[in-house]
């Protein structure tokens, strides 16, 4: 346990080692093995995502859309004049296109991603069909402080918008705390518009995230390509199965990558030891009610402004105002 602490604190300290690779060191070296589901974002697994939102089983995003348009007047109201839209974990900005369009008088509107290629292509795509509106893309770690650019620092007020259901990739303690963080990013006066995927009749679920035509699979797997590529690893991915069910206990989709065979990895030098049918969790995604998420928010001082339910109860968008 001591000699495991000391990995970290070096591996984390070290100048020549990328969080990436501390993350997916420290990860594989535990028990049960794990990477952060944040690190699924390159830009083939970017590109990869976008495929499975357009896929018959993945109903998230339609259904997200589709209450967007329907709801964007009564959204917009929460949104005054000259305030900046600060959209989290952005990647593709279709949905942020319907709020710039229900809310003209933004002053400016700041996708923040992990992924530098994709919002900068996103944000060089929005500008011709949003001229009078400051586009200002910021690469960053969205579960960490990061600085605004001036302009929406200067706004009247600042409003996030978290969509997708990405609050479900957190546990519910690291929920909170990105709640935290973009209370102390956006600061007074605030306001916050989440999409919630909610819980569900299970079949629903699983066909979600194993959809037949295997994108979601590739998703996944596209992980283990980018470590070999990025850390030097050596995995196989024809010995690696996509794995992805409901755990009704906890509320949550698990996803994971299980090995078909006994195997050694090495990534970034070291050695990896996998026992057949032993996974690397890859990614949660919780499913809440509309009390429940309003609970997690209010503990950390975000107050309920609003729900909107889709017909069939399968997704909501929860708006917040900050209260200290």
Same mark, same amino acid.
């Given at each position: 346990? !001591? &000699?495991?602490?000391?990995?970290?604190?070096?591996l984390?300290?070290?100048p020549?080692v990328?969080?990436?690779?501390?993350? !997916?060191? /420290?990860?594989?070296?535990?028990t049960?093995?794990?990477?952060?589901?944040?690190?699924?974002?390159?830009?083939?697994?970017?590109?990869?995502?976008?495929?499975?939102?357009?896929?018959?089983?993945?109903?998230?995003?339609?259904?997200?859309?589709?209450?967007?348009?329907?709801?964007a007047?009564? *959204?917009a109201k929460?949104?005054?004049?000259g305030?900046?839209?600060?959209?989290?974990?952005?990647? $593709?900005?279709?949905?942020?296109?319907?709020?710039?369009?229900?809310?003209?008088?933004? &002053?400016?509107?700041?996708?923040?991603?992990?992924?530098?290629?994709?919002?900068?292509?996103?944000?060089?795509?929005?500008?011709?069909?949003?001229?009078?509106?400051?586009?200002?893309?910021?690469?960053?770690? *969205?579960?960490k402080?990061?600085?605004?650019?001036?302009?929406?620092?200067?706004a009247? +007020?600042?409003?996030?918008?978290?969509p997708? $259901?990405? @609050?479900?990739?957190?546990?519910?303690? /690291?929920? $909170?705390?990105?709640?935290r963080?973009?209370?102390? @990013?956006?600061g007074?006066?605030?306001?916050l *518009? *989440?999409?919630?995927?909610?819980?569900?009749?299970?079949?629903?679920?699983?066909?979600?995230y194993?959809?037949? +035509?295997?994108?979601t699979?590739?998703?996944?797997? =596209?992980?283990?390509?980018?470590?070999?590529?990025?850390?030097?690893?050596?995995?196989?991915? =024809?010995?690696f199965?996509?794995?992805a069910f409901?755990?009704? /206990?906890?509320?949550r989709v698990?996803?994971?990558?299980?090995s078909?065979?006994?195997q050694?990895?090495k990534?970034a030098?070291?050695t990896?030891?996998?026992?057949?049918?032993?996974?690397?969790?890859?990614?949660?995604s919780?499913?809440?009610?509309?009390e429940?998420? $309003?609970?997690?928010?209010?503990?950390?001082?975000w107050l309920?402004?609003?729900?909107?339910?889709?017909?069939?109860?399968?997704?909501?968008?929860?708006?917040?105002?900050?209260?200290?």
């Amino acid at each position: 346990m !001591v &000699a495991a602490v000391a990995r970290k604190r070096f591996l984390q300290q070290s100048p020549d080692v990328s969080a990436f690779e501390a993350d !997916v060191l /420290e990860g594989l070296h535990e028990t049960p093995k794990h990477v952060p589901a944040k690190y699924f974002y390159d830009a083939a697994g970017s590109q990869l995502f976008e495929r499975i939102t357009e896929l018959p089983e993945y109903y998230p995003t339609r259904c997200e859309m589709k209450m967007l348009r329907d709801h964007a007047a009564d *959204i917009a109201k929460l949104i005054p004049q000259g305030a900046a839209l600060v959209e989290f974990g952005s990647g $593709s900005s279709k949905k942020a296109r319907i709020l710039l369009r229900a809310a003209p008088k933004l &002053a400016a509107y700041v996708p923040v991603d992990i992924c530098r290629e994709m919002i900068e292509q996103e944000a060089a795509e929005l500008r011709p069909d949003f001229p009078q509106l400051k586009v200002l893309p910021v690469t960053a770690d *969205i579960c960490k402080p990061f600085d605004l650019p001036h302009e929406a620092k200067v706004a009247p +007020a600042r409003i996030g918008f978290f969509p997708g $259901s990405t @609050i479900g990739n957190f546990e519910p303690h /690291e929920a $909170s705390a990105f709640l935290r963080n973009a209370a102390n @990013i956006l600061g007074p006066g605030a306001a916050l *518009i *989440i999409g919630v995927d909610l819980i569900k009749p299970a079949e629903v679920l699983n066909a979600a995230y194993n959809d037949a +035509a295997g994108v979601t699979a590739r998703f996944n797997l =596209n992980l283990l390509t980018r470590i070999n590529r990025e850390l030097g690893g050596t995995f196989r991915l =024809n010995t690696f199965e996509h794995h992805a069910f409901y755990n009704r /206990e906890r509320h949550r989709v698990e996803m994971h990558l299980a090995s078909l065979k006994r195997q050694k990895v090495k990534v970034a030098g070291e050695t990896i030891d996998f026992r057949i049918g032993e996974t690397i969790h890859t990614e949660n995604s919780y499913k809440y009610s509309v009390e429940s998420l $309003s609970a997690l928010a209010r503990g950390v001082g975000w107050l309920s402004a609003g729900a909107w339910i889709d017909e069939r109860k399968y997704f909501s968008i929860q708006a917040f105002t900050f209260a200290g």
